[in-house]
Nanobody, 114 residues
Framework: QVQLVESGGGLVQPGGSLRLSCTAS???????MGWYRQAPEKQRDLVAT???????NYADSVKGRFTISRDNAKNTVYLEMNSLEPEDTAAYYC?????????WGQGTQVTISS
């Protein structure tokens, strides 16, 4: 079993940047990793994923603003978020997925407000 811990959330002004980190308790090399977000009273939506080979995929709403990356040596996946908008406000969750195994972190809150 893999435990995931997210960090890096916070309160920033519109147009600002944040870098989220997700560190796993063990190796993530076989896992596809992803970031999802959930705003109050809304469903959890995909933000970005990265395959175990390093290929990224993004939701249309964040393309060109967010960058997902991974460092397998550090068992960590990152989400660099730029040009943040109030609509990006949500709890952000890290996911590790391989075949029928899927693990989630506890989430980190991102709030965009002036």
């Amino acid at each position: 079993q893999v435990q995931l811990v997210e960090s890096g959330g916070g309160l920033v002004q519109p147009g600002g940047s944040l870098r989220l980190s997700c560190t796993a308790s063990g190796s993530i090399s076989i896992y596809a990793m992803g970031w999802y977000r959930q705003a109050p009273e809304k469903q959890r939506d995909l933000v970005a994923t990265i395959t175990n080979g390093g290929k990224p995929n993004y939701a249309d709403s964040v393309k060109g603003r967010f960058t997902i990356s991974r460092d397998n040596a550090k068992n960590t996946v990152y989400l660099e978020m730029n040009s943040l908008e109030p609509e990006d406000t949500a709890a952000y969750y890290c996911n590790a997925n391989f075949l029928f195994r899927s693990y989630w972190g506890q989430g980190t809150q991102v709030t965009i407000s002036s």
